[in-house]
């Protein structure tokens, strides 16, 4: 399985913008999906996971009211909708997706999409 974000940039403050975590390979395999992200000198933190199907999602409390997490299984991709920008969301995003095969689980990343909001 290969993830691959896209989206980032440079924004303003209450800003807008949309990530994008295209996979391919052995999609079938994959069930969960999250963004994670890592800002400068701290550790990587979940921002918002998503169920297999879409029907459950949960979000951290900093990110609450202003994320949406979304995933189209049919174009095998998962979104990150993100408003109302502040600079702490300055980080590296990441895609993560979990996935099971014969049995065995395993955990796949993207390469990370940097967003940085200016004040």
């Known amino acids: 399985v290969h993830l691959v974000e896209s989206g980032g940039g440079l924004v303003q403050a209450g800003g807008s913008l949309r990530l994008s975590c295209a996979t391919s390979?052995?999609?079938?395999?994959?069930?969960?999906m999250g963004w994670y992200r890592q800002a400068p000198g701290k550790q990587r933190e979940l921002v918002a996971a998503?169920?297999?199907?879409?029907?459950?999602?949960n979000y951290a409390d900093s990110v609450k009211g202003r994320f949406t997490i979304s995933r189209d299984n049919a174009k095998n991709t998962m979104y990150l909708q993100m408003n109302s920008l502040k600079p702490e969301d300055t980080a590296v995003y990441y895609c993560?997706?979990?996935?099971?095969?014969?049995?065995?689980?395993?955990?796949?990343w993207g390469q990370g999409a940097q967003v940085t909001v200016s004040s």
């Open positions: 998503i169920t297999s199907g879409g029907g459950n999602t």
């Open positions: 993560n997706a979990h996935g099971i095969r014969g049995g065995i689980g395993y955990i796949y």
């Open positions: 390979g052995s999609t079938f395999s994959i069930n969960a």
